[in-house]
């Protein structure tokens, strides 16, 4: 099996996000994932040579693209994609209440 053909299999395996009983995940996050466009290697080298994030992402909310971009409705803030990436250029970030999402109280602040 060839690259391309086993990122196809790849991508026809992974599930699409949907609203279910709960209504989005994402109102479930506490930590949001930020990427850093400068450290992402994809973005960097203008390929897609990594996509760890996407590939890792059990929610299937990241895209294989340039840049990855993260489909903040459905994100829970696991943080697996920012633990897998190998340029750490992603931060997980506390949520405001303000920001529309997370259940954090008003008084939390980011993590930097
Ligand atoms: S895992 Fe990190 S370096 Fe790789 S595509 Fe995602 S953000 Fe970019």
Known sequence: ????????????????????????????????PVINLDACTVVKKQDLVCNLCWLYCPEGVVTRAIPPEIDLDYCKGDGICATECPANAIEMVREKEDEGYGNAPENMEELT
Do not use: N
């Open 1 to 32: 099996m060839d690259e391309e053909e086993a990122s196809l299999k790849i991508t026809a395996s992974k599930q699409v996000p949907v609203t279910g009983e709960a209504g989005k995940t994402g109102t479930w996050r506490t930590f949001r």
